[in-house]
């Protein structure tokens, strides 16, 4: 069990060390810390423990209020509003009914353009109801798993997603989503049956 902690904390240092060599190659950071004596990182000034959460309550309450708007957005329809709380390129991540992983990198217009349908065909009896569970990783960036529970007439739904979450100019925005079973979805058609593909939230 120890050596499996170490090789963890050595690849997550490793990692670090390469995010920083290549952001040094592109511009000078000068917040970065100097290695401390003997070449070693000073993991104090840089990397997690450089960032951890400041105030875990109150962020999360943020969270909280933006996926309560969120929850309205999607009672609306309200496409454009919901495009804007995208920090794009955005990441989506699902797999096939085979468990065959899929993962795509969408720019704004993809999205839109993947999205719309769906909003235009949604269900007018569709209800979504959200428990989710926020762990913090610092004040700008957030992990959200959400059980959730979906009924469209009789038809009762319940599933789990993820989202990463970043706060952009002092607002929280997706910018990666994950759900399972959307893999290999043929493209919905007009008057279609108001199916949504991967897309962290509803």
Not at 94 to 119: H, Q
Not at 181 to 189: D, I, T
């Amino acid at each position: 069990m120890k050596r499996t902690i170490l090789v963890c904390v050595a690849a997550v240092a490793f990692a670090g060390s390469a995010w920083a060599q290549d952001k040094a190659q592109g511009q000078k950071d000068t917040t970065a810390a100097a290695p401390a004596q003997g070449g070693a990182m000073d993991m104090t000034k840089m990397g997690p423990m450089a960032r951890k959460p400041t105030n875990e309550k109150q962020t999360k309450k943020e969270i909280m209020a933006f996926i309560k708007q969120q929850e309205a957005l999607g009672q609306k329809g309200d496409l454009e509003g919901m495009v804007a709380s995208v920090d794009f390129p955005v990441y989506m991540l699902t797999d096939d009914l085979k468990g065959v992983p899929e993962a795509k990198e969408y720019s704004r217009e993809e999205y839109t353009a993947m999205m719309k349908p769906f909003y235009e065909n949604m269900p007018k009896d569709m209800k979504v109801t959200h428990k989710p569970t926020i762990v913090m990783l610092s004040d700008s960036l957030a992990a959200v798993t959400d059980d959730f529970t979906m009924t469209m007439g009789k038809q009762k739904v319940t599933g789990r997603n993820a989202a990463m979450l970043v706060k952009r100019d002092g607002q929280w925005k997706w910018k990666a989503m994950a759900e399972a079973g959307w893999g290999g979805m043929p493209p919905p058609a007009t008057g279609g049956s108001g199916q949504k593909p991967v897309e962290g939230k509803k």
